[in-house]
């Protein structure tokens, strides 16, 4: 086009020009989500449907940890019944005290939201957290308040300091052996544990999540904190640490789920969670002030020999900046991973051929199954990789995500106002047949390269880390930590389940709702 107006005569070209400027109003737009929209059929934002406001859901329609606001107890089922009723887009308005939530169904609508979301993305986040960060302890975090609840500039500021080497894979290598070694220790502990059946206890969930905070203890301290210790003291750290995990985030939901008094004035669960929250910002100054020290004595400081605390502690003056890092991770990097490694644990005990595959996998590149791992080796477990993240796609642990919208936006033909929070609920979407071929059949294949092209997967379908700038921090971590826990204890054990099938359901994430009494059965070679 720009070449055939080159060769016109001057005054034609001006015309051409300026009858294409008078009319763009009438010509075709692209909007998310459709071909191409009129833009002067683009609808207001007040006609999209959704359930008309009952004064009722706001009490009910609490901010969610991590992805935003939800109803924590039935919010997969209700998403699914928002998308039947009403379509790609709904709307719920009327919450008491809050903005609207706009669910969209589309994926290239979330890809839209996602790719103009600006250099500081908001995304919702647990209230709770932000009046104990800004409010309770402001003598403590001031402006530097670590990336979750965090917004604006302060957010950006800080995420910059700490994103290169937490996400840098030469750091997160380092990880192998440590990681390793802590899974291990679980694994002895599943033995001893055990019943006459060679079932694990009802409690099994309750160990994964051990495992999971000894691994962050690791990680974000520098230190191995004991947890999975199988005669812990009633007064020893691990202990009390242990308990104050479950009331920095999983209690959460119960404060935000019910009507938010602790706004107002200290109530008993508030107060517990301002004491557990306390000793968690002792507990990361304690680990972090010992790892300096032991920083101060090291002769060589070679950059490549550090860790991820040195490193962090290496390059800033103020201890600060890794404390509440260090914080951060364990507020958000416990009960995801654990609660993830429930659901693929689960699905791999309900899948015997599928895990049968993965043991032969590991049983090729581990051929003895006591050699340690390398991330060389872990990168050549395809098939586990593929399974790992068909789980995502259809059980996803986080439900959903979203974005508080900064700027007007026209999505799927509406005109959405600033301030809305638009859902992104992942759940639905990675199930969705326009947008995942065979959507209801679990198939690990499909992630993998060799797989033919008739498979599709939009690649804003199903994203279980998030996308974008303020994408999951730790996801390099998680993925390390989920790939050597699965190489180890499928390498060396079979798992069965022989009870009621589980259903899944959002307690606090989404995972099998039940007991995981896994049989254990060790593999001859
Ligand atoms: C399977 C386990 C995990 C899942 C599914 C998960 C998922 C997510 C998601 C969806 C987000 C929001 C991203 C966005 O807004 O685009 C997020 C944020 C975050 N995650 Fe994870 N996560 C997992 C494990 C972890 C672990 C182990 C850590 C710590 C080592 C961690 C640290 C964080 C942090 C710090 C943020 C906030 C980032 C920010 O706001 O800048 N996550 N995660």
Redesign the pocket.
């Given at each position: 086009m720009m070449d055939l107006l080159k060769k016109l005569p001057k005054f034609l070209k001006i015309y051409i020009l300026k009858r294409s400027q008078s009319t763009l109003c009438e010509n075709p737009v692209k909007v998310a989500g459709t071909t191409s929209i009129n833009s002067s059929k683009i609808k207001p934002y007040s006609e999209i449907p959704g359930p008309k406001p009952i004064p009722i859901l706001g009490n009910t329609w609490r901010l969610f940890p991590?992805?935003g606001q939800y109803d924590v107890s039935d919010v997969a089922k209700l998403s699914s019944l928002f998308y039947k009723e009403y379509g790609k887009i709904v709307k719920l308005s009327g919450l008491v005290g809050r903005p609207d939530l706009l669910f969209i169904y589309d994926a290239d609508a979330i890809e839209k939201v996602y790719r103009q979301e600006g250099p500081t993305?908001f995304?919702p986040s647990m209230p709770c957290l932000v009046k104990y960060k800004s409010e309770v302890r402001k003598d403590f975090f001031g402006k530097n308040g670590g990336?979750?609840g965090v917004h604006g500039e302060p957010?950006k500021t800080f995420?910059t300091k700490v994103q290169k080497p937490i996400l840098q894979l030469q750091i997160v290598k380092k990880y192998v052996e440590p990681i390793e070694a802590v899974t291990n220790d679980f694994m002895q502990r599943m033995t001893e544990m055990k019943d006459e059946n060679s079932e694990m206890p009802s409690d099994f969930d309750n160990e994964i999540h051990k495992w999971?905070l000894e691994c962050?203890g690791r990680?974000?301290l520098d230190v191995r904190l004991g947890c999975l210790d199988s005669n812990l003291s009633p007064n020893s750290e691990a202990l009390k640490i242990i308990e104050a995990a479950k009331y920095a985030l999983r209690n959460i939901a119960i404060l935000e789920l019910r009507f938010p008094f602790w706004r107002y004035f200290p109530t008993s669960l508030w107060t517990r969670y301002v004491n557990n929250m306390n000793f968690f910002v002792e507990i990361c100054m304690k680990h972090i002030d010992e790892a300096m020290e032991r920083l101060r004595q090291k002769t060589v400081k070679n950059e490549n020999d550090l860790s991820l605390v040195e490193r962090i502690l290496a390059s800033e003056s103020d201890p600060k900046t890794a404390y509440i890092l260090a914080l951060?991770?364990i507020l958000?990097?416990i009960d995801?991973?654990s609660m993830?490694v429930c659901s693929i644990l689960y699905q791999l005990a309900t899948r015997q051929e599928q895990q049968e595959k993965l043991y032969q996998e590991l049983k090729r590149i581990l051929p003895d199954k006591n050699e340690p791992l390398t991330s060389e080796k872990l990168n050549d477990m395809v098939f586990l990789k593929a399974f790992v993240k068909e789980v995502?796609r259809m059980y996803s642990?986080?439900i959903g995500?979203g974005?508080t919208l900064q700027e007007d936006m026209i999505l799927l033909g509406y005109k959405v106002p600033k301030g809305v929070q638009v859902v992104f609920p992942t759940l639905i979407t990675g199930s969705m047949s326009e947008y995942v071929s065979e959507p209801n059949t679990f198939m690990p294949e499909r992630w993998m390269k060799s797989t033919n092209e008739t498979n599709r997967i939009h690649p804003f379908a199903s994203?279980?880390?998030?996308?974008?700038a303020?994408?999951?921090?730790?996801?390099r971590?998680?993925d390390l930590?989920?790939q050597v826990l699965l190489a180890k204890l499928f390498r060396s054990y079979k798992l069965e389940y022989h009870h009621t099938p589980l259903e899944y359901k959002v307690t606090f994430m989404y995972a099998p709702d039940g007991e995981l009494k896994f049989k254990m059965i060790p593999r001859e070679d």
């Open positions: 991590i992805i993305p995304r990336v979750v957010w995420r999971a962050i990680v974000s951060d991770l958000v990097g995801t991973i993830a995502f642990t986080v995500n974005r994203l279980p880390y998030g996308y974008g303020r994408m999951c921090l730790g996801r971590f998680a930590e989920i």
